[in-house]
């Protein structure tokens, strides 16, 4: 493993601690302060937490943050403004990538100004919505009935909480959280120390784990010619075992990341049994992600603030397309381009594309199908989730392979020496799925399913 990927949860880690007194001086002695005091706090912790992780190249982010903010107050609530902030705000962050590139996971300055990037340009899609009509409920919460000022712009951006690995949250979040609305406890700072902390121990856990195994299970190994001459099956599961343990880095991260707890802004509201809830801001579902035998199950439970963020900023707002299809494609391209510019982000992103619609109709074929359905209820339902579980993250593993070897030499030798088995598996289904669905389903059911 490079020194660079090694650093990686430790570096975020470094931040989140610093997170964490920013907190805490936050509940002391700023809760009941002002609101241009605490947006100054804010500003003034977060820029001096990105001076010392990237020293001078501070300037990007700040220079992107100006720009957006000049942009909402020079051409208003127009559609221009949302074009031109995200046409600028990904022309800045791919030519940062272009620019500093290499063939390894690097500590830059493009790493928080990812996360900016959706940050404000999603502050340009609020401003706008603010001045239409009609809105649906989502729309309601986030958009914006004024421009905000340079101050608020900055302390949003940089809040200590969500400044390197996010989470995504809106700037009506964040102007609550500087209210003090963001309590359960009016008036008086959150009682969230404890939860807090429990979300820190559970991320500490997870950089635990991923530490203790990760030296086991390193990237390089799949460029060698030990790896080369393991049997196929070893190959496999060699995949299977190293995706467990390599997506435990960015578990640890977002879990880790108690501080936005901590100040208040996870604060949910409450539950339906009256408990208070601090998961606004949780971008992992710890136990759904470990224990799902389903692929989309596994992407609803990871890193959910940014998949919310271009469901709808990206997704919802294509249909006008007429094509939920081509919606998805477009949102998982996006996402593909927001990672970075190498070919195995564009792999990845189109297997899970290939995956999630061939499982999306087998879910179909199990759910229209009764010898399928008494077969998923019966005793061996168990045995059948462990077979889930094999074939889940085997192929959970494949498109992460081309993700984190990043270029199309090292990417297509290791899919190469497993001949392209993931390809042919779900091309396979995809092709077999519908002659199945003759077969297994009842005829009245497929006519129904023709008529919807």
């Known amino acids: 493993v490079t020194s660079q990927l090694k650093r990686f949860p430790y570096s975020t880690m470094g931040l989140s601690d610093f997170g964490y007194p920013c907190a805490l001086l936050y509940r002391q002695f700023f ?3 002002p609101p241009t005091v605490i947006h100054l706090y804010h500003a003034i912790s977060g820029l001096s937490l990105a001076a010392f992780n990237f020293g001078t190249q501070l300037y990007h982010s700040a220079l992107c943050v100006l720009v957006q903010f000049l942009m909402m107050r020079l051409m208003g609530r127009t ?40 940050k404000l340009i999603g502050l340009s899609f ?47 979040s964040y102007q609550r959280l500087v209210k003090g609305e963001l309590t359960d406890c009016p008036g008086q700072p959150p009682n ?33 010619d030990e790896y080369d001459a393991q049997p196929f099956w070893y190959r496999c599961v060699f995949i ?37 809830q601090w998961d606004a801001c949780a971008n992992m579902k710890v136990w759904t992600f470990e224990t799902t035998p389903l692929f989309t199950g596994t992407i609803a439970s990871f890193n959910i603030n940014t998949n919310a963020w271009v469901a709808r900023h990206v997704f919802k707002r294509l249909k006008f397309l007429g094509n939920k299809l081509l919606s998805q494609v477009t949102a998982l391209a996006f996402l593909a381009i927001w990672h970075g510019t190498h070919s195995g982000y564009l792999l990845c992103f189109s297997m899970e594309f290939i995956i999630v619609n061939v499982e999306r109709q087998a879910q179909a074929l199990v759910r229209d199908s009764p010898l399928l359905t008494r077969l998923a209820n019966s005793p061996l339902y168990p045995l059948i989730y462990l077979v889930q579980q094999f074939i889940h993250w085997l192929f959970m593993g494949y498109p992460l392979v081309p993700f984190c070897l990043f270029t199309y030499d090292k990417w297509l030798r290791v899919y190469s020496s497993i001949y392209f088995c993931g390809h042919i598996f779900f091309f396979t289904l995809y092709l077999v799925i519908p002659y199945l669905r003759k077969v297994l389903v009842p005829r009245k059911e497929r006519s129904e399913k023709k008529e919807d």
């Open 192 to 224: 969230s120390v404890i939860p807090a902390m429990k979300r820190f121990s559970l991320g500490l856990l997870c950089l635990v784990i991923y530490a203790i195994f990760s030296p086991h299970y390193p990237d390089s190994y799949y460029l060698t």
């Open 240 to 276: 299977l075992l190293w995706a467990k343990v390599i997506l435990y880095k960015y578990v640890s991260c977002w879990v880790i990341e108690g501080v936005c707890i901590l100040s208040g802004l996870g604060y949910n509201g409450l539950g339906q049994n009256g408990e208070h």
């Open 31 to 33: 809760f009941h302060q």
């Open 79 to 118: 559609i221009t403004t949302v074009l031109s902030s995200f046409i600028f705000q990904m022309a800045y962050l791919l030519s940062g990538y272009y620019y500093t590139a290499t063939e390894e996971y690097d500590i830059k300055w493009t790493m928080p100004q990812c996360v900016l990037a959706l």
């Open 126 to 172: 609020d401003y706008y919505d603010g001045g239409q009509e009609p809105l649906n409920e989502e729309q309601k919460r986030s958009a914006l009935a004024n421009v905000p000022s340079l101050l608020e712009v900055i302390g949003f951006s940089y809040f200590y909480g969500g400044f390197l690995v996010g989470p995504q949250f809106t700037l009506r």
